[in-house]
């Protein structure tokens, strides 16, 4: 498995931005898929999007469609997720998420995921 580590989240108006970030170690970053969750007390962890490990393909939820964009840099073992135009009810624990996969694979469900972050918080005042 990789290890994962984010970073970049914080407290921020509705309609700013952010930039969240997760560096991988311990494998080969290159080859894994990666994906962005979040989650908030009380409810399932919800799906953001997705990035195969080349880069090539992207996939979003509809709720962040437009507005998020996921990156990777595996010359630097990093995933980004741009977030603009926050609104309130983006504030959840962002979660970066990892697993082997085929070169043209995304996924969009978190079973599927085997290696995590520890998540970082992302708090949207209205």
């Known amino acids: 498995q990789v290890q994962l580590l984010e970073s970049g989240g914080g407290l921020v108006q509705a309609g700013g931005s952010l930039r969240l970030s997760c560096a991988a170690s311990g494998r080969t970053f290159g080859s894994y898929a990666m994906g962005w969750f979040r989650q908030v007390p009380g409810k399932e962890r919800e799906f953001v999007a997705a990035?195969?490990?080349?880069?090539?393909?992207?996939y979003y939820a509809d709720s962040v469609k437009g507005r998020f964009t996921i990156s990777r840099v595996n010359a630097e073992d990093t995933v980004y997720l741009q977030m603009n135009n926050l609104k309130p009810e983006d504030t959840a624990v962002y979660y970066c998420?990892?697993?082997?996969?085929?070169?043209?694979?995304?996924?969009?469900?978190?079973?599927?995921?085997?290696?995590w972050g520890q998540g970082t918080q992302v708090t949207v005042s209205s």
């Open positions: 990035i195969t490990w080349t880069g090539d393909n992207t």
């Open positions: 998420a990892a697993r082997p996969a085929p070169r043209d694979s995304y996924f969009t469900s978190a079973p599927l995921y085997n290696s």
